[in-house]
């Protein structure tokens, strides 16, 4: 039989089983929008059982980079997290700011160091988690960081891969060099000491910008 919960119960002679309840579905706050798969990305980040992906409904961008995971209805965090964000600072200097009371309220202008930190930036209300994420997608911009030989933010290897693919035929040599050492990488599961440089990081990065929808 079911419980109001919907747990399977099933009984057999001298025992009782009952399967594990689904956590109970948060609504989202920006809308009806149905969230697809778990918000799993595949190297990066695999949410866990009790994590519900809340994508935001009326995000500007073709996709997500920070993703909200809610725990309960007063319990959200996001993937990667916001804490000491660079793209929050307009908010964190600003007290007029729509975001500056829950930027104050989460502790989010600086990097959280101690594990009481994180658990508060890993536990915000879903509203405030979204429109976090929100303001965030309308600000950003994959850049070649040339000093720190980087891309910024971090990019997901899987949306290299994915970058890479969205135009071969006008990849540029440099950029064609970078994505097979890239896709070397993935089959290989290596992901250590890998730079990015020179004219292929600056394309990769435009190709991250139009793979994201990124004006």
């Given at each position: 039989?079911?419980t ?53 409904c ?19 965090s ?10 929050l600072?307009?908010a ?124």
């Amino acid at each position: 039989m079911l419980t109001k919960h919907h747990c399977l119960i099933v009984v057999l002679p001298m025992l009782v089983f009952t399967a594990a309840c689904p956590p109970d579905k948060v609504p989202n706050p920006t809308g009806s929008c149905e969230a697809a798969g778990t918000g799993a990305r595949a190297g990066y980040h695999a949410p866990g059982p009790d994590a519900q992906w809340l994508p935001d409904c009326k995000n500007p961008l073709l996709r997500e980079y920070w993703r909200v995971f809610a725990r309960g209805p007063n319990s959200a965090s996001t993937i990667p997290r916001p804490d000491g964000e660079e793209l929050l600072q307009p908010a964190c200097a600003g007290p007029a700011h729509e975001l500056a009371e829950i930027v104050k309220r989460y502790g989010l202008c600086e990097q959280a160091t101690s594990s009481e930190q994180v658990e508060i930036v890993n536990s915000m209300k879903p509203a405030d988690a979204l429109a976090v994420t929100h303001f965030l997608h309308g600000q950003l911009r994959f850049v070649a960081d040339t000093k720190a030989m980087s891309i910024r933010p971090y990019a997901i290897p899987a949306e290299i891969i994915e970058a890479c693919d969205l135009h071969p035929g006008r990849n540029s040599q440099a950029l064609n060099e970078m994505c097979d050492r890239e896709k070397d990488r993935w089959n290989s599961g290596s992901g250590v000491g890998f730079y990015y440089t020179g004219p292929g990081a600056v394309e990769l990065a435009e190709r991250l910008n139009e793979l994201y929808g990124v004006r």
